[in-house]
C-alpha cells in the first residue's frame, strides 16, 4: 500500500475549481485500488475546507467560530491529522496558498510530502465553472477575474456552510500564490497535457509523489479513471461531490470549448486580466 | 455564586448563566470557577490533540483567542478568558464541548439530537452540526409539539432498564435566516450567543420539563447530495448500533474503556427498545415544512 510509505505526510492537490483535481483524484484511487475506482468512494482524505474532519480534531462545534477563528486552527489541525496518521493522507483544496490573519500558511509545511497544482487553460473553466455551478458564462467571467473569490461563500466573517469559506481568489492568484517557490516541492500538471498525453503526464506525476508502479499499473489505472468511464458512473449511480443534483459534474472535459461558449469581450476580459500566467503556461 | 439546573445536574457558578434554569439545592454536581488552567495533563490512556487534552477524568479545551478550559472529575470546570474575548463565547463553548466532557467523565452519555415530547415519551432529531435539528424543532414547535431539548439529550437507563431522556438546558439556537423562515412572531431577536454571529437563543423556561422521560423514537437527519426528495427508512438493529455511535455528542471525548464499554451498554439498549429512522433529505435547496410533513408521518 503506497500510502504507508509515507506515514504522517500530506499530499495536497491544490488547484482553482474545474482543473482536473477530480480526474486526479479518480486516478489515484484507481492506482491505489489495482485499477478499480467508484466516484463516490474515492481513496483520497477529503478537502481541506471540511467541516467535520476540522470539528472532530478539535472538539469545537466550528459554526461557533468566526472564520478567522477557524483559519487560525486549521494549520494545526492538518498538522495534528498528518502527525496521528499512519500513511499518507491525501488532501484536495480549491484555496489560494494565503496566510491567516497572524501572517502563517493555513497549510502545515513540515507535514507536506509535495502538492501537486492542477491548471487549465481559463478560457475553459469558464464554461465548465458556469455549467457547475449553474451561473451564467458572464458571472464566471466575473468570479474568475476577482481578487477576493471564494467558494462556500459565507459573508461578514461567518462561518456556517457545509465546508469552511474558500478563498480562492481570482484564478492568476489561485495559480501563482501556489507556484512562488514554497517551502515544499508544488508539482505543475497541465489539465490538456493530462487530456492529450496521458500516459506521460500521469507517468510523471507517479514519479515525481515517489509511487512505485509499473507502467501497466499506471495503463490500467488512467483506462479506469478516464473521462467517459467517469462521466457513466455519475450518469449511473450521482456524484456526492457535486454542487446540483441536476448539473452533470463531469461535463464535456475537453479543451478548446472556449471560442463556442465565451463572447469576444469575455475573452478579451479574461485575456486582459490573465494574459501574463496564461502565457506562462501556454494558453495565450 | 448562581445556581443552575443543567443536562439533569445541579450546577454552581461564580458567572452568570441566563441560558440554563435557576434552581436550588444544597450540593452542586457540577462547579463553574474562573481560575488557572493547567498547560498539560499526565496519567493514563492520554490523548493530546492540538486544541485538546485527555485523560481518564479530566480535560483541557484551548479555543484560541477565546477561552482554555479544564474539565476535572465530572465536578469541576476552570477558565480561563481570553484578553479580547467576551463571557458570552466564554459560555457558549462552556455548554458544549464542556459540559459533554464532564458528562462523560461522570459516565453519561450525551446524544447530538433534539427533541419533542408526544404522549408522554420522547422523539429525538439526531445529527452533525447544521443538519437542521434546531430548524425542525422550532418548525414542529410552531405545529404546537412539546420541545424539550435543543442539539444536545442525555441517555440514561432507569431502574426499570428502560432507556430515557434528560434535556440539556431551556434555549434553542436558531439562526437569523432561519428565523425569517419559520415566521413566528413568538421568536426573536433579543439573545445573541456571539457578539458576530448571526443565532439567537429562543428560551422556553415556562414549558421546559427537567423530568427524565422515555425514549420512543429517533430520527437521524441526513443531508444528501444526490437526492431530490425527503425519503425515511425504519434501520434495521446493525445499522441501528453503528449509525448511534455516530450521533453521541462529541464521541472522540469517549477517550477510556470503562467510558466506551458504557456507550456500547446503553447504545444496544437504545437499538433494541427504540424505532430509529435515516431521515434523508436533498442538501441542498431543502424545505423545512416539507421536511416536517413527512417526519410528522411517522410521529
Known amino acids: ?284 | 455564586m448562581h445556581k443552575y439546573w443543567g443536562f439533569g445536574l445541579h450546577i454552581l457558578s461564580e458567572i452568570e448563566f441566563p441560558e440554563l434554569l435557576p434552581a436550588d439545592f444544597e450540593e452542586a454536581d457540577v462547579t463553574i470557577s474562573a481560575g488557572e488552567v493547567p498547560q498539560n495533563l499526565t496519567g493514563d490512556e492520554l490523548i493530546k490533540k492540538p486544541f485538546s487534552q485527555l485523560n481518564k477524568d479530566e480535560y483541557i479545551l484551548n479555543v484560541k483567542g477565546v477561552c482554555r478550559y479544564y474539565a476535572s472529575h465530572g465536578k469541576t470546570v476552570v477558565f480561563e478568558q481570553g484578553e479580547e474575548s467576551e463571557l458570552l463565547s466564554v459560555r457558549l463553548f462552556l455548554l458544549g464541548t464542556i459540559m459533554a466532557a464532564i458528562l462523560f467523565q461522570r459516565g453519561e452519555i450525551p446524544m447530538h439530537a433534539s427533541a419533542i415530547i408526544k404522549d408522554g415519551q420522547l422523539i429525538l432529531f439526531a445529527g452533525n452540526s447544521g443538519v437542521g435539528k434546531s430548524t425542525l424543532l422550532a418548525s414542529l414547535s410552531n405545529l404546537g409539539y412539546k420541545v424539550f431539548s435543543d442539539d444536545v439529550c442525555v441517555l440514561k437507563i432507569d431502574k426499570d432498564n428502560k432507556v430515557t431522556g434528560t434535556a440539556s438546558y431551556p434555549m434553542i439556537k436558531l439562526w437569523e435566516d432561519t428565523l425569517e423562515k419559520l415566521n413566528n412572531t413568538e421568536f426573536n431577536k433579543d439573545y445573541k450567543v456571539r457578539p458576530q454571529l448571526p443565532k439567537f437563543g429562543q428560551f422556553f423556561y415556562q414549558t421546559f420539563n427537567k423530568e427524565t422521560i422515555p425514549l420512543d423514537k429517533i430520527f437521524i437527519l441526513s443531508p444528501q447530495n444526490t437526492i431530490s426528495e425527503v425519503t425515511i427508512n425504519e434501520l434495521g438493529s446493525l445499522a441501528v448500533f453503528k449509525q448511534l455511535e455516530k450521533q453521541v455528542y462529541k464521541f472522540q471525548l469517549i477517550g477510556n474503556t470503562q467510558l466506551r464499554a458504557r456507550q456500547f451498554g446503553l447504545l444496544s439498549m437504545v437499538a433494541s427498545q427504540v424505532k430509529v429512522y435515516e431521515v434523508l433529505r436533498p442538501a441542498r435547496g431543502s424545505n423545512v415544512q416539507i421536511l416536517t410533513q413527512e417526519i410528522e408521518k411517522y410521529l
Not at chain 1, 142 to 170: E, S, V, W
Open chain 1, 1 to 284: 500500500m503506497v500510502k504507508k510509505l509515507y506515514p504522517h505526510k500530506i499530499l495536497w492537490l491544490a488547484s482553482y475549481p474545474k482543473s482536473g483535481n477530480t480526474w486526479f483524484r479518480a486516478f489515484l484511487s484507481a492506482l491505489m485500488n489495482d485499477g478499480v475506482v467508484a466516484i463516490n468512494k474515492l481513496d483520497t482524505d477529503g478537502i481541506i475546507s471540511a467541516r467535520e474532519t476540522f470539528d472532530f480534531m478539535s472538539d469545537i462545534d466550528s459554526m461557533d467560530l468566526y472564520d478567522d477563528e477557524a483559519k487560525l486552527m486549521v494549520r494545526d489541525i492538518y498538522s495534528n491529522l498528518a502527525d496521528s496518521s499512519d500513511s499518507l493522507r491525501i488532501i484536495k483544496t480549491h484555496d489560494a496558498y494565503l496566510t491567516d490573519k497572524e501572517g502563517n500558511s493555513i497549510f502545515p509545511v513540515e507535514a507536506t510530502h509535495c502538492a501537486f497544482y492542477f491548471i487549465r487553460n481559463p478560457l475553459d473553466v469558464v464554461g465548465s465553472l458556469a455549467s457547475h455551478m449553474r451561473l451564467s458564462i458572464e458571472e464566471c467571467v466575473h468570479i474568475i477575474c476577482d481578487k477576493n473569490a471564494t467558494l462556500a461563500t459565507q459573508n461578514n466573517n461567518l462561518n456556517k456552510n457545509k465546508q469552511f469559506r474558500i478563498n480562492m481568489c481570482d484564478w492568476s492568484t489561485n495559480v501563482t500564490t501556489w507556484t512562488h517557490a514554497l517551502a515544499f516541492p508544488v508539482y505543475v500538471i497541465r489539465y490538456e497535457d493530462m487530456l492529450s498525453n496521458p500516459f506521460e503526464t500521469f507517468s510523471r506525476a507517479v514519479s515525481q509523489a515517489k509511487f512505485n508502479f509499473t507502467p501497466e499499473e499506471i495503463s490500467r489505472a488512467i483506462k479506469a479513471s478516464s473521462f467517459e468511464q467517469l462521466k457513466r458512473q455519475e450518469t449511473q449511480f450521482g456524484f456526492v461531490e457535486k454542487l446540483r443534483k441536476d448539473v452533470q459534474f463531469f461535463r464535456s472535459g475537453t479543451m478548446g470549448n472556449w471560442d463556442k461558449e465565451l463572447t469576444p469581450v469575455q475573452i478579451d476580459k479574461i485575456r486582459q486580466t490573465h494574459g501574463e500566467v496564461m502565457n506562462q503556461y501556454g494558453y495565450f
